[in-house]
């Protein structure tokens, strides 16, 4: 399934992903990142097949440590590894001895002991998933640490928007909501301006962090101008316990001031696509009549998207050890 | 009595008497006997220290660890305790206890604990903990974040004339936090609090000590905003002084990133603009006191997600190489570098020391200020999480002597 590489550079013979592990968007050229987002290409396809299995990663362990809860994240790994073929085991925070006092890298060497092919790892410390890269023998996957990144979820979203609009560069994406303690945010900044879009960072003062500028984003505390002829509006969870009283005064505060809806929706272009990582607060920061129009609302193909990005994700990062042709 | 000690052929520093030549000094009966060029009296032990310099032993003020081996190392002869301990120090058989912990190495002079287990409710007994040895009394780690307790506590202490050494961070703001705002904290994803949390505290502080007459420290001044409440503080005529340590003045919120938890400090390492700003306060004064921050860490507290990991370094055994760089980047001079590591700290905590008087105490630090070296932290001793690992230095310490005896030599 040849395809034509989405990046000058793979044509030219660069490498397209040298590296052991995937931490981060931060670490990633603009040309891995296209190698990415084309390799998830045949597992979108394969998984609206019949079959929807393949042997690739047949007799491989893959690792789910999760130790921080998480739902659809977790599930989609775990699919996505068994859609391989791969053996998938997931550590729960309930289950995990960190619980017991354990501390993170001893728990890191149990893990690595089972000679696990590939781990996955969510951490709610940032740099937690880094730590355990270090001291691990195979590739480790960030599932989410902390604040910090989030990179399969920035890479299913962008699979998303060039699927939807053809390209990333030149539009404008507009991330809105609680940006602080977001790493999806964080990781979404740097691929959508590694790949040419321009992006924004709409939130109230208090959810903004400092040092926006050197992410080449544009920092918004007005909705409606943040939104301005956007051609991807993306919104951003926004805890519970964040909005009484911490950050914003109320939920219904929120989403007067910062809440999507139809009229808000109207200053952004005509064919413009919303995005939500989810799970959605319905009401408080997305209408859920918006979340609904499957004509602007891509909230289903992103989980969808979701799978076939980790597998792409799964079978690059153990092609060294599975011994494939050029990846010695 | 231990027998005297000549050390001859070194250059003799002294920012306490303008001491600064080739000379041979003395020591006799655990004191200072003669500096000058007469010859060492018969029988005595000579050290040659030509081509080194001669000092008084270095006063660490504002450890959280008397390790005394380190100490050494590091030609410190006295460190000055901060009551973190466990338990904190607000008894005073406590003191009393730290007091003789280092003897006869490291003569330790503890700060008692300016609240009842550090908590920053209830004063603690710091009159009976002066009576039982205490040179000062600290916040300890964390500002007193209650306006109306640091006013009594530094109209109390006034009362006892003790010196109060506070931690600078507002309490509220930096709850939580493990970096200082902008962009480098931004892109890890840790949760950081802005710098200006430092000169809210100071500003407060100041002028709570203005109001009680009160002597107050500020171990740790790391930002530009902090340095000029200080100063502010001093034109009107508050008794402040300022502190800092080697490694603001040498890494800024760069050193963070990767996670290394080396580099996980308290208060939080700054950014670009403020490094220079101290820099600059340490050129003109307004820094008067260099000290180490001694505060290692196990491996299992580092060895951690960067928020998790504890705040603090090993620094006893890097002090006087780094501060040496100070003077090889010519802001401050070699006898300006040894008042701030020796001679101010004893002025400011009311120590006899800090000189090289006839008759004072025979504390001495020979070093050679070129020595190369490259700092490993696997060498040091005791813990070794320093964020200076691999860095190479120079100046090395030769000899320590303590009360007249040579407790450490190269």
């Known amino acids: 399934m040849a395809r034509t590489p989405s990046h000058p550079a793979l044509a030219d013979g660069a490498h397209p992903f040298p590296h052991a592990h995937l931490l981060g968007i931060a670490a990633l050229k603009p040309w891995e990142i296209c190698f990415l987002l084309d390799e998830a290409e045949q597992w979108v396809e394969l998984n609206r097949s019949a079959a929807k299995h393949v042997d690739r990663l047949a007799g491989l362990t893959q690792i789910n440590a999760f130790f921080e809860n998480s739902t659809r994240t977790l599930l989609s790994f775990e699919i996505a590894g068994k859609r391989l073929g791969a053996d998938v085991v997931n550590l729960g925070v309930s289950g995990s001895s960190v619980k017991k006092g354990e501390t993170l890298l001893d728990t890191a060497l149990t893990l690595n002991a089972m000679h696990p092919d590939m781990i996955v790892i969510r951490h709610a410390s940032s740099g937690a998933v880094q730590l355990i890269s270090e001291k691990v023998d195979c590739p480790v996957l960030n599932a989410g640490d902390g604040r910090h990144e989030h990179p399969t979820q920035a890479l299913l979203d962008a699979l998303t928007i060039r699927r939807r609009k053809g390209r990333i560069a030149g539009l404008k994406v507009a991330i809105c909501g609680d940006i602080l303690h977001s790493r999806v945010a964080r990781s979404n900044f740097m691929l959508l301006a590694a790949l040419g879009a321009e992006v924004r960072a709409v939130a109230p003062p208090t959810l903004l962090p400092a040092g926006l500028d050197g992410y080449c984003v544009q920092a918004f505390t007005d909705m409606d101008a943040g939104l301005a002829g956007a051609d991807v509006v993306m919104m951003l969870r926004l805890q519970t316990e964040r909005m009484e009283g911490a950050y914003v005064p109320s939920p219904r505060e929120y989403f007067r001031f910062y809440g999507l809806t139809e009229a808000r929706l109207a200053r952004a272009a005509a064919d413009v696509l919303v995005m939500h990582p989810g799970p959605m607060n319905r009401g408080v920061e997305i209408d859920g009549a918006i979340a609904d129009d499957i004509a602007r609302s891509a909230v289903s193909e992103q989980v969808e998207m979701g799978v076939a990005v980790r597998m792409a994700c799964l079978d690059v990062l153990t092609r060294r050890r599975r011994g494939v042709e050029g990846w010695a | ?410």
């Open chain 2, 1 to 410: 009595m231990t027998a005297p000690i000549a050390i001859t052929g070194g250059r003799v520093i002294c920012p306490a008497t303008g001491q600064d030549g080739i000379a041979t000094i003395v020591l006799k009966d655990r004191t200072v006997a003669g500096i000058g060029r007469a010859e060492p009296p018969s029988g005595a032990q000579i050290i040659d220290a030509s081509g080194l310099v001669v000092a008084p032993g270095l006063i660490d003020a504002g450890v959280f660890r008397a390790d005394t081996a380190a100490a050494n190392a590091g030609g410190i002869t006295r460190m000055i305790l901060m009551p973190d301990q466990s338990p904190p120090l607000d008894d005073p058989a406590l003191v009393a206890f730290a007091q003789g912990s280092g003897k006869p190495d490291v003569w330790v002079h503890p700060l008692a604990a300016a609240t009842r287990g550090l908590k920053g409710e209830e004063l603690a007994e710091i009159g009976l903990a002066q009576a039982a040895g205490a040179v000062g009394v600290a916040t300890g780690r964390r500002a007193i974040a209650d306006a109306r307790v640091m006013q009594r506590l530094l109209a109390y202490a006034h009362g006892h004339g003790l010196v109060v050494v506070a931690h600078a961070e507002d309490a509220a703001l930096t709850a939580g936090a493990v970096a200082t705002e902008g962009e480098y904290a931004t892109r890890l994803g840790l949760a950081a609090a802005p710098a200006f949390a430092e000169s809210l505290a100071i500003i407060r502080d100041c002028r709570l000590a203005q109001a009680t007459g009160a002597r107050l420290h500020i171990r740790q001044v790391t930002t530009a905003e902090g340095l000029a409440a200080v100063r502010a503080a001093r034109a009107q005529g508050v008794d402040v002084t300022a502190g800092i340590t080697p490694a603001h003045l040498f890494l800024n919120d760069m050193a963070v990133s990767g996670f290394r938890s080396f580099a996980r400090l308290s208060p939080p390492l700054r950014d670009e603009r403020d490094r220079l700003a101290v820099i600059d306060g340490v050129r003109d004064g307004s820094l008067s006191i260099l000290a180490s921050g001694h505060d290692p860490q196990s491996q299992e507290d580092k060895r951690q997600p960067f928020a998790d990991a504890r705040a603090g370094m090993a620094g006893a055994q890097t002090l006087l190489a780094l501060g040496l760089g100070l003077v090889r980047d010519g802001v401050i001079t070699l006898p300006g570098l040894i008042a701030m590591l020796s001679t101010n700290p004893a002025r400011r905590f009311g120590l006899v020391a800090g000189t090289l008087q006839l008759g004072a105490p025979a504390d001495i630090v020979v070093f050679d200020e070129h020595a190369p070296w490259r700092i490993d932290g696997d060498r040091f001793h005791g813990a070794g999480n320093t964020p200076f690992n691999g860095l190479p230095t120079a100046g090395r310490v030769k000899y320590v002597i303590k009360g007249g005896d040579v407790v450490w030599r190269a």
